[in-house]
């Protein structure tokens, strides 16, 4: 089987159902940027402070090829069977983040990101989260999205943060406070 089909030499792409529409198109541009979180989530799973966390960084990655394959299909003509998201997965991120804050020292201020290398692919990957959220939003505002979809990337964002913390905390790394300049 050969990976190129030369369907998209003319700038279009097929969605799940067969509606061709720009590669340029706000729906492409959503999956798309998903796509580029799970690498993300991948490369924070890679690193070694987060071998205890690396099934449920995959089960992540996971929620996000479905959400990959929603944004991916055509609302009003696709028939296919895509998996999809529970209220579940949604709750896993929350039980998760709560775990890690009952170790962490309060935050009342806002961090800078970096102090670990570890730590600032989790803010690459909660950064592109937030990008993700934003333009599934605004495709919403024209088109079907389910509403996890958009509460998934949100708490997932949150996550990624909270995970960073963690992560600082777990290799000593500073975190270091953002001192605005008056």
């Known amino acids: ?3 190129y ?22 729906r492409i541009d959503c999956y798309g940027t998903v796509d580029e979180l ?3 989530v991948g490369l924070v799973r890679d690193q070694a402070v987060n071998a205890s966390r690396r099934d449920l960084l995959k089960e992540i990655q996971d929620r996000l090829f479905t959400i990959g394959s929603s944004l991916a299909s ?29 170790t962490l020292p309060e935050l009342r201020v ?9 730590v600032s692919f989790a803010h690459v990957a909660r950064c592109v989260c937030r990008r993700a959220e934003r333009l599934v939003i605004q495709l919403r505002e ?3 999205v389910a509403d996890l979809v958009v509460m998934y990337l949100n708490r997932l964002s949150d996550y990624l943060f909270v995970l960073s913390r963690q ?3 777990e290799l000593q790394a500073e975190e270091v406070k953002w001192e605005p300049r008056m």
């Open 1 to 3: 089987m050969k990976i």
């Open 5 to 26: 089909t030369k369907t998209g030499d003319q700038g279009l792409t097929s969605l799940i159902g067969g509606t061709r529409v720009p590669k340029s198109s706000l």
């Open 38 to 40: 799970n690498s993300y």
């Open 74 to 102: 055509d609302p009003e003509k696709s028939k296919m069977k895509i998996p999809d998201l529970h209220a579940e997965d949604v709750a896993l991120l929350e039980r998760e983040m709560d775990r890690m804050n009952e």
């Open 110 to 118: 806002f961090v800078l990101p970096g102090g670990h290398q570890s």
């Open 142 to 144: 024209d088109s079907f």
């Open 167 to 169: 992560m600082a905390h």
